[in-house]
């Protein structure tokens, strides 16, 4: 089944505390994202990767890292987490075309810094 | 970058058709027109999309404006389970996607 799974699906940890996101999916898609969702602001892009080792940022990127170093995988990095970090996580995936491909969500993480 | 509007909100009964509106004035030539929709505390999950022409797949219908300035999203019977935020997105030739507020769909019984 084709799918996008993150993990966890929720967390709460502490400000400052490292914390690392994980998205993987099994279609063999060249293209990855990640969003968040806040009340009032919809979905917002924090980082998308055009393939393995290309990544760039997206309109939210500040406190967030990630990395693209298998196709499959495309984890969301805080190293130092803040409160207003505190939001709903969408990692997206799709397969490269010219805009008409179909994306796939994941589930979501929901994250609590307190 | 292009952006979408659509209304706030949407109301439809059970059965009955729905169409979702949504303007895009200032779409490039390459850009595709998508749909998503948010089902309540689910990830987005693909509608439909298309570029000039209308399209039609089991879940909807997409007409689009002959200038591509507006498109409709037609749900020919709403039910209670396509309550959800419909998203109207311009995907862009390198598979950027940038969402907007939606519209939120009630269906009422």
């Known amino acids: 089944e084709a799918q996008v799974t993150q993990n966890p699906r929720y967390l709460i940890t502490v400000t400052g505390k490292k914390l690392t996101v994980t998205c993987s999916q099994n279609?063999?898609?060249?293209?990855m994202s990640w969003y968040r969702q806040d009340p009032g602001l919809g979905l917002r892009q924090i980082y998308y990767s055009m393939n393995v080792e290309v990544t760039d940022k997206g309109d939210v990127p500040e406190g967030y890292k990630v990395s693209r170093k298998e196709k499959r995988n495309f984890p969301l990095i805080l190293e130092s987490p803040s409160p207003n970090q505190t939001s709903l996580y969408f990692c997206?995936?799709?397969?490269?075309?010219?805009?008409?491909?179909?994306?796939?969500f994941g589930q979501g993480t929901r994250l609590t810094v307190v | 970058d292009a952006k979408t509007t659509q209304p706030n909100s949407m109301e439809s009964n059970e059965e009955e058709p729905v169409h979702l509106p949504c303007n895009h004035s200032t779409i490039s030539g390459t850009d595709y027109i998508h749909w998503y929709r948010q089902l309540p505390s689910q990830g987005p999950e693909y509608v439909i999309h298309g570029l000039t022409s209308n399209v039609n797949n089991r879940m909807a219908s997409l007409a689009i404006a002959e200038d591509r300035k507006s498109s409709t999203l037609i749900l020919h019977r709403a039910t209670l389970r396509d309550a959800a935020v419909y998203y109207c997105i311009l995907k862009k030739y390198n598979n950027d996607m940038r969402f907007g507020a939606g519209t939120r769909l009630t269906v009422k019984p």
């Open positions: 279609m063999n898609h060249e293209y």
């Open positions: 997206a995936s799709s397969s490269q075309g010219q805009g008409n491909t179909e994306a796939f």
